[in-house]
């Protein structure tokens, strides 16, 4: 049996346009070209790709006699340009991440930076980015992905939690508790039922000392789930702090 999702590479969409007014108009064939994935045996995916290639932007799913019928396979398009760009994307974020891993966060920021020539959307550079400006403490630059990944809901999914819980730790970790805030409602708008994301933000909001909102998180928290240790010995010095206050 597959197991899904899976790549199965470039297509084109040929659309007809109308060109001109009146007597002159004239019927051009629109072409454009999309990655597409198969999600399960009905389900595909579409997304379109840039100028670079690489798929980016906003995906959509359709089913499997509307791909069929309307999506036409170019292999040849997938191995000249997409799949050497996508290895090329691959490398500069393994780049960036090794750099950043080694504390030298100008080459981490600079290989980010090459990753996001190629796709400005990439969840991982953006990520990678936004780390290191965390890191470095560069408010401006740091406000400016965040405002990045606040468009781009994929980066709330679980495909890209590993990134998303050591984004959110960097933030606070950091300093950066408005910023964090709005990073976990963000994420809350897309995946309600999360115990993880109220224990972070229980966590943000006791370091600004909030403690109200703090032990209202840890409560949701601990309404999805009752065994979440963690947030129950939390919960449990979060009162006790809160009353000597």
């Known amino acids: 049996m597959s197991e899904y999702p899976q790549i199965l590479g470039v297509y084109s969409l040929q659309l007809e346009a109308d060109i001109g007014t009146g007597g002159t108009v004239s019927s051009h064939q629109n072409v454009t070209y999309w990655y597409a994935r198969q999600l399960d045996d009905n389900k595909f995916e579409v997304q379109p790709l840039n100028t670079q290639h ?5 995906r959509s799913e359709l089913t499997e006699m509307d791909f069929l019928k309307q999506y036409t396979p170019e292999p040849s398009y997938y191995r000249i340009h997409t799949v050497p760009a996508l290895k090329t994307l691959s490398r500069k974020i393994a780049m960036g991440n ?22 400005d959307k990439s969840v991982d550079a953006n990520y990678g980015l936004g780390e290191v400006y965390s890191e470095k403490k560069e408010f401006d630059k740091l406000r400016e ?14 495909e890209h939690r590993q990134k998303f819980n050591q984004f959110g730790i960097s933030l606070r ?3 950066h508790y408005d910023e964090s805030i709005r990073y976990y ?18 966590r943000v909001y006791f370091e600004k000392q909030q403690f109200e909102k703090c032990t209202a998180n840890l409560e949701q928290a601990l309404n999805l789930n009752p065994e979440f240790v963690e947030a129950q010995k939390f919960l449990g010095y979060c009162k006790k702090h809160q009353a000597q206050a």
């Open 54 to 58: 690489v798929p980016s932007g906003v």
């Open 185 to 202: 409602e963000k994420s809350l708008e897309i995946v309600e039922e999360d115990e993880n994301v109220y224990f972070n933000l229980a």
């Open 145 to 158: 992905v965040l405002e990045t990944l606040l468009g781009l809901n994929e980066a709330f999914t679980y």
């Open 98 to 119: 090794q750099a950043f891993a080694d504390g030298d966060l100008d080459e981490a920021e600079s290989q980010f930076i090459k990753a996001l020539m190629i796709d």
């Open 173 to 175: 970790k950091n300093g």
